[in-house]
């Protein structure tokens, strides 16, 4: 089994490690976010990563697991959430995370 990018043989389970692992392809959208007119959608997070949200304040406003690679949050699932800026933080199994910016609008 050969890597992609090098030809050099791959480690079995350095596919796993990418897919379980790996923040670069991460897309959130849209960007600011109008929840009111179409879901918040979070694509290519890694399967068993923790998606949590804080205000400016640092106070936790929304935490979920991640099962399939993808979330779409809506307005429903978003209810407490005024517009303004938050911080998300994805936290992988491996402790690994990404630390972003979103910003909500109304």
Request: proline fraction near 8%; hydrophobic fraction near 40%; charged fraction near 20%.
């Amino acid at each position: 089994f050969y890597g992609e990018v090098t030809g050099e043989p791959a480690h079995p389970h350095s596919l796993w490690l990418k897919q379980y692992n790996d923040f670069s392809n991460v897309k959130v959208f849209p960007v600011p976010a109008k929840i009111n007119e179409e879901p918040l959608t979070f694509s290519n997070l890694p399967v068993g990563s923790v998606l949590r949200i804080y205000d400016i304040s640092g106070n936790l406003i929304f935490k979920t697991s991640v099962n399939n690679g993808e979330l779409l949050l809506s307005k429903r699932d978003l209810e407490p959430i005024p517009a303004g800026i938050y911080i998300y933080i994805l936290k992988n199994k491996s402790c690994s995370e990404k630390i972003e910016k979103l910003v909500i609008i109304e």
